[in-house]
Nanobody, 125 residues
Framework: VQLQAFGGGLVQAGGSLRLSCAAS????????MAWFRQVPGKEREFVAGIARSGDNTRYLDSVKGRFTISRDNAKNTVYLQMDSLKPEDTAVYYC???????????????????WGQGTQVTVSS
């Protein structure tokens, strides 16, 4: 499966952005999907994940209540709605898909097999 993320940009603190990740290939609904982010010099960190059917989600503690992950399996797309953005949310955001065999939403980079190219999110203070 190939993933393409878009929707990043520059926003002021307190603002909102919506990231999208479009997947090509068959059987998109079989994959657990997630968003990660990375800043220079730091490890890529898990932000949010969503189960195949969309009925279960998982979040990084610092984004709970501000970010919402969702998916539309008919459109082969996963979204990350980001509200109340803070300067510390500035990063390159990546979407990812697992190998299709997992049963839980993993938080580790190694839990995901397919990766999008990343989209820059910059939050100014």
């Amino acid at each position: 499966v190939q993933l393409q993320a878009f929707g990043g940009g520059l926003v002021q603190a307190g603002g909102s952005l919506r990231l999208s990740c479009a997947a090509s290939g068959r059987s998109y609904s079989r994959y657990i999907m997630a968003w990660f982010r990375q800043v220079p010099g730091k490890e890529r960190e898990f932000v949010a994940g969503i189960a195949r059917s969309g009925d279960n989600t998982r979040y990084l503690d610092s984004v709970k209540g501000r970010f919402t992950i969702s998916r539309d399996n008919a459109k082969n797309t996963v979204y990350l709605q980001m509200d109340s953005l803070k300067p510390e949310d500035t990063a390159v955001y990546y979407c990812a898909a697992d190998g299709g065999l997992g049963s839980m939403i993993g938080r580790g980079r190694g839990d995901y097999y397919y990766w999008g190219q990343g989209t820059q999110v910059t939050v100014s203070s």
